[in-house]
């Protein structure tokens, strides 16, 4: 049974999350998703202290962006770049891997933060809800379309002037310790093959409750992107995948939060809510240790994740979800390795 309970997560809001140290970015490149504000934005204001030769904050618009560069300037002296992405738009998604393709000689470290918890029923252009686009469908796209970058960083010497020479490139996927939570999913996925977004897209089915397995859906499309890795040499993955819960963080998260779901996330932002900067110490810690392939980590520890995403019956949904993705992708004329 994997360790989790209210009581649990209570605790571990108030347990001291440790800052990262001892790592030097110096050569390296690094993109992280959402890092327009919250704790995309603080893991930004981690990285850039650490010398890395690129970093890519991602954001909707160039003006959001700009804001979070300048506000990154002034904090540490250091001027990452902020390139548009928008992940309700698969074709944004195909063309930022594009660029990052075409621009970067290597990537070190993809930060998958941008997401959403959606309040309010939302679709999408390829006709999916807003959590399932944004959190599975897109970011999903673009950890795949980012992985053959990621593979040849993997073969690169390290940088010249690295101080941390043996660092393994990797996919850090934020996730959420609501994941234990899934509710949907293991109903959904019984019988009904290859239509899991789909329905669980439906109008009917939307409640706040949808975050929580599309956080699941994280981890179960980590553990996927690890089985198109190549294989593992000297005991060492090429490149790492790992899942991160930040807490529960006083962001922007639930700004579209209304009546009293909004006082009751209020109340318990004023009373349990770590500060944005505490919680992107999980962010910086997955993206920047050697962890484990696949860890699941809580308070800058590697934790169990939910029973349902380890079981079996999880495996066999993640399959199902991923040949629902890549007909999704298909639709859309995206081409990518890994077919
Ligand atoms: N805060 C928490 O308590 C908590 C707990 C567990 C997990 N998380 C996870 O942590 C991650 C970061 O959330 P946060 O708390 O920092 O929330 P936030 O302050 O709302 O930041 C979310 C980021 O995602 C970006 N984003 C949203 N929709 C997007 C889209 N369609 N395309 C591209 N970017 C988009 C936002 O960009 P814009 O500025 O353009 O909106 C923003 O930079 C999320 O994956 C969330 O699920 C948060």
Known sequence: ?????????????????PKVSGVDLTGRNVIVTGGSGGLGLESALVFAKLNPARLIITARSLESGGKAVEQIFKAT?????????????????????????????????LLSNAGVAATQYIVSAHGYESGCQVNNIS????????LPLLIQTATLPPPIGSKSPKFTPRITIVSSVLHYKVKTLPVLGAGEEGRTLELMSEKKRFSNDTYQDTKAINLLNAQTLISLLPP?????????????????????????????????????TALVARTAEAGARNLVYASLKETSQGAYIATCKEQEAGDF????????????????????????GIVYLFM
Do not use: H
Not at 1 to 17: D, G, H, R, T, Y
Not at 139 to 146: G, I, K, V
Not at 310 to 332: D, F, L, N, T
């Open 77 to 109: 002296g250091y001027r990452c770049e902020t390139w548009v992405l928008n992940l309700m738009d698969l074709k944004s998604v195909e063309a930022f891997a594009t660029k990052a393709k075409t621009e970067l000689e290597r990537l070190d470290v």
């Open 309 to 332: 995403v380890i079981g079996e019956k999880g495996r066999q949904v993640g399959a199902m979800i991923w040949e629902e993705m890549k007909s999704i992708w298909m639709k859309e």
């Open 232 to 268: 593992v040499k000297d005991g060492n993955p090429t490149v790492l995948i790992n899942t991160v819960d930040p807490g529960f963080c006083d962001t922007g998260i639930l700004r579209t939060a209304s009546g009293f779901f909004r006082i009751g996330v209020a109340i318990a």
């Open 139 to 146: 970011n999903s796209l673009l950890c795949l379309l980012l």
């Open 1 to 17: 049974m994997a360790p989790n309970s209210e009581l649990k997560n209570l605790i571990a809001q108030f347990s001291s999350v």
